[in-house]
Structure formats: C-alpha cells, structure tokens
C-alpha cells in the first residue's frame, strides 16, 4: 500500500457543537459534506480492520464526521457476512486462516491480495437516502478511475438471481458488480445503521491460492498504469464523489482507544451480533 502521511489529527469535542459546526459548514443536507481521509500506512489483521470500519461508522452517527479509509490486510483472511450463519467445511479449502464477522451483508470474501476501501456517511450526507444509487455512484468513479489507468471494467447490469445463494461474495451476481469481462473484481456491502452508512468493499489485484477461481485485475489487464499509486486513486475517485473537499486525517485517539476495545471483544469472536 502506498505511504501516507497524516496532515493532522481530527480533535472530536462534544457532540453538540459537531453538530452546529456541520451544520454551519455544509448547510442545506443536498449539498456535498466535506470528509477526511485515512490511507492506512501497513496492512492490519482483520479484526482490527472490521473494528476501525465500525468506529467510522459510530463517528458519522454521533458526531456527523463523514470518512473515506483505504487499507489491506496482513495475512489472507476470511470475512463472513454478518448475516452468515455457517462456515462450510473451512478444513478443506482454507485450513487454519483467521476468519472475522463482518458488520456488512453479503457473502464472505476471502481478503489476500486486494485494496479494500471503505467510507462511512452520516445521515445529512445526501447519497445515504438511496443505498443503490450509492452503490451505482462509487462503483461508477471506481469503473472511470480503471479506465484511465488502462482497465476496462463495467457494471454487471443485470442480476445473476440463482447465485445469491453462493457462500463467497466473488461467486454472487449482483447488477452492480463491477466486472472486467465476465470476472468480477469488486465487490461490496452496507450496512445502515440510524441514517447513517457503512459501505466497504474488495478490489482484487491478483488471485489467491486459498481462492484461485477470483482473477485481481493485475492477472487480466495488461499494460496497467498507477502514476500517483492505486491507494491514491482509489481515494480520489472517491472523495471526488463523495465529498465537496477531502483533508487527510488519522483515526484521533478516542477512536483508536475504542476500535481497541471493539477489536478485543467483538470482533475476536464470531458468534458477536451487534445490539444497534
């Protein structure tokens, strides 16, 4: 992943004067907000990951503080949906891998050799009225930033019904997968929670020898070219769409101290639900 440097660190203060503040600075709720942004400098385990996405999701309900977050993962990884009840046979295909609970929907994914972005919206945030059109707006920037990095991609279009069922979210057909050729590359979830949106999603760059049916798009295109880093684009594309200006931030220290405590006991156990 490439190096980033933090700006500065983002000082949360009460909730009250967040809020007047934001109120203050974005006006009318059909404007774009103004966001941070947090390129993780090392790839982490994934229950640290699934904690951080949790916290950004808590800090856009409580506090109105909309985020983008690029970041990778240390080991390869299996994440379940958070409505998965079952792991089929894990002895036979991925050994002893580690294996977290996601708060998003979905299937499970098997994070190796991928980018995973994610971005949490408070309810004032004006794509947060529509899940699809949220899907279909980030997806669409992720589609054009391929594009002019020499990847072709597209919109599936339509939906592959007789898959929702697969256990991984790579072997599902949703419209709004993006697609390079009939291969899937990224994938994504939500959850919604009090107006306010999580969504994370998968950017595969190679396949894994744990899932070797999942092409990344470093093993189908040719000729692919990053010229400020693909954690940079990706970040880009997205607060281009998401946010009217973008200042780069890390995690302020409440938040690091709770995803800390939701690391060690939620996201250590799969069995947790969430209560909210």
């Known amino acids: 992943m490439q ?6 660190s983002l000082t949360i203060p009460s909730r009250h004067l967040v809020r007047s503040f934001y109120r203050r600075r974005h006006g009318r709720r059909d404007r774009k907000l103004n966001g941070r942004l ?3 400098n090392e790839p982490c385990r994934g229950t640290w990951n699934m904690a951080v996405d ?7 309900i409580e506090y109105q503080v909309p985020t983008v977050r690029l970041y990778q993962w240390s080991e390869a990884t299996v994440s379940l949906g958070y409505f998965q009840c079952e792991f089929p046979n894990p002895s036979e295909r991925w ?9 998003s929907g979905g299937g499970a994914i098997l994070h190796h050799h991928e980018l995973t972005y994610s971005f949490a919206l408070p309810q004032s945030h004006p794509l947060t009225r529509d899940p ?18 020499g990847i072709a991609t597209s919109l599936r279009g339509s939906a592959a019904k007789e898959r929702d069922s697969a256990f991984l979210c790579f072997s599902r057909g949703d419209a709004l997968d993006v697609l390079h050729g009939i291969h899937k590359v990224i994938g994504s979830a939500q959850r919604r929670r ?3 949106v999580l969504q994370h999603g ?5 396949s894994s020898e744990y899932a070797p049916e999942f092409p990344g798009i470093l093993d189908l295109a040719d000729n692919i070219s990053f010229p400020d880093g693909m954690s940079a684009g990706v970040a880009d594309a997205l607060s281009q769409t998401l946010f009217a200006k973008t200042t780069s931030e890390s995690l302020t220290e409440q938040e690091q101290a709770h995803a800390t405590r939701l690391q060690k006991n939620r996201y250590a156990r799969l069995e947790w639900k969430s209560v909210k």
């Open 3 to 8: 190096s980033h440097r933090s700006i500065r």
């Open 38 to 40: 947090i390129i993780e």
């Open 54 to 60: 949790e916290v950004l999701l808590e800090s856009a």
């Open 95 to 103: 050994g002893d891998l580690p294996i977290v609970r996601r708060l």
């Open 132 to 149: 699809r059109r949220l899907y279909e707006k980030t997806h669409l920037a992720l589609i054009e930033f391929l594009k002019e990095s």
């Open 194 to 196: 009090r107006g306010a």
């Open 202 to 206: 998968s950017i595969l760059l190679e």
